[in-house]
């Protein structure tokens, strides 16, 4: 059956002063309506379609807004109004409900939230009749912005995985997850369409937009291969919901509203210890790391103890990943993970001295580092399957996998994760790497859970769901500040809120612009709602190889666009200038937000210019040499593992510093004035109006990292040597007291490591410097005579409160 959704109209945090919230009853001209400030539904009486009004002006932006349903079997429709809690926060809620001749009757819920723009769709089936239902589908469509100029209309899509994101000015596009429509020239203002998943439980989304004749046509649909079984006599409200802003323009906007929406609805949490891993799968692998094979426990303490040598652990703490990578059949540690299994598979990972989890665990915390392992997701053993036969799907080891589902050659379904006995196993393997210190899984081959016919003990159960608790006993069992990686995710947005990463590249150790892209352009949800991952890098891989330019365009992309870091290198097997380099990006930026990609919709294939506003007047702005001849950057996975035949070259990249940012500018103001500070080449690119293009001439490969303050009538800080994002890491609290005429901060110092601030007297005069547990010392800048340089040294390291003070 195809079932729909209604509509349900939310906040987006950031917009307006708590408004008035008004409801209509029947009795109003129109039907059946709901509003607040921004926008207002309109239903008809029979509930055959509904319409979205911009408040704003007046508009008309969404008209023949429908949920579809087969058969068609509805014969009556009455409405009734109720307070609510929501994602919206506190507001009211219409339900409009439809009576079917079968006996089912079909809740269409709105809710409205006391400020905001978007519109949420929930659903809720009530089943009167003699015989149990099962819903597999629900959606939404409708026609938006008829009788618009659709001039300058582009498309992005909210894919996830390792699918390409790109923007398009394609007539149609179709995407899982989320899409925007975009329109609207430059100077003359834009209108934007986000549409996609809300709250995800059990179904899978996929969105399409088609730009018609004078109007956009969309459509969402809730879809699961099993669905959810409804039993007769009984009613379920439906705990996967839709998202529709039709309201705010501003393209950046509206997607960053989507994905802060996105992560309240699905209570995700991310304040996990984000740490730099050492990978030792592809440390060993001829194609990565091509180093000592220590993927095993023994070889983790030493991994940890080589990194404490080099010194690395001053700057951040790390991880040290063990994959017990096995493809043994028909047995293996599979569906087992205990301490006995992990000694025997493959060749035995856990080897004395640290034959247990517990062991492993202890010497890792001894040396400094945090044990993070890999599970192959629902890969099959063939002795614990028939050992545990009531655990398996279908409560049957023998049950064939229909083609071409038979990953690994397994020729039948796999483990049951929403049956009591195989779930309490879990919460015991969970337990004991707990307990050994385990804080972070990386699930590999996660389409062995996806199990597309069912067979699960709890009959209610989707396929969806079912997958999805595979990652919520893993959060829940090693804690809710660990790590829960899906690598090459196949079911969306799907888990958000029971994972904290998405692995969305194939197996690679290098960075090309098509990865940064494809990262970057989910800039939305990055950090947000979940922390992308391009898998594990390699500086010895990095382009160009002959300058350090590609070592720190690596790491400075990888910052930039991504949240997670994992090495395929031993520390100590790489020179002091690149562990340097790598010093510079750890700790790992964990702030709720990553940068935009100013440059998106300008009709460049790849983005070069990402913005990170960190505060008003502070901007971390990324310049990216993507510029490659004789060949194009390479794509596919059999490409990318191969040397690079094109030659990078060298290029301006520029970007308006005032120019709007739905046009591609930074939307700064034109009557200020910035200082800009290049970090990786130390140097004052200068003082700029806010009406200025800032243009640079990058070398080949070149990824520049510059800071951008509004210039203060005071000394004010631009930059620091610590971290590429130049002060946002180290630095906190820094003021002028202009009583005193004295700039004063505290910075986070590396034991026995000068570190500089750079400061911008803006026409004072300095008169000297001091710090609490720090040598301090300041000189002029030589870059420029308005510049100073404080410098700190200290031998404990830790946080240092410092002062300038002036004449």
Known sequence: MRFLMAIFAGIAANCMAAGSLEVGDGSDIKGIWIENAQVRVECDRDAAHARVIDRRDGSLVIDDLSWWMSPPLATTVRAESSACYGTCGAGKELRLTRVRTDGLEEVLIVRLGRIGSFLEIGFKIVNHGGADTRVMEFGIQGRGFAGHDLGGYKTLDGESDGYATHVSEDGKREAYNNLLATFGLPGQGKHSLVIGGLRYQEFKRHCEISRMAGHLSFEVEAKDPVGKLVKAGTDYQFQDTIYIDAV??????????????????????????????????????????????????PGAVWVANDAKKTGFLKYSAIAVRLEPDDYSVPNNQQGWWDDEHFQRYPSGQFLPPYETAAKWGAAMNEAGATPFIYFQTARRSEDYCQKFPEQMLFKDPARARPQPLDWFKDRYWSYDFTEPGFMQHMRAVYANLRGAGVRGIKFDYPETGWDCIGGFDDAS??????????FNLALDGLGHRSEVQERLCIAGDLTLGAITTMRIQDDTDKLYPPMVTKAGLRWYKNRVAVYYDLDVKNPNHAVPTDSIDGVRAMFTMMTVVSARLELANYLSELTPQVRRVISRVVPLYMGPRSARPVDAFDGREQPQVFDLEIQAGWHQLTFYNTSLEGESWPTEWNAVINPLHGRLVPAKVSVDLGRATDDGGLGLDTNKRYHVYDFWNDHYVGLFRGSDSLAQDLRAGEARMMSVHEALDHPQFLSTDRHVLQGVVDLSGCNWQPRQKRLVGTSRLVADEPYTVVIASNGYEAKDASATTAEASLLANPESRKLLDLTLLSHAGGAVDWQVTFK
């Open 248 to 297: 705010t323009d501003n393209r950046f906007e509206a997607l960053e509203r989507y994905g802060k929406a996105l992560a309240q609805a699905n209570s995700v949490d991310l304040t996990v210890p984000n740490l730099p891993a050492i990978n030792l799968w592809c440390a060993q692998d001829k194609r990565f790391g091509d180093s000592t094979f220590r993927n095993n426990t």
């Open 461 to 470: 159960a989707t396929t969806g769901s079912a997958y999805r608790n595979i």
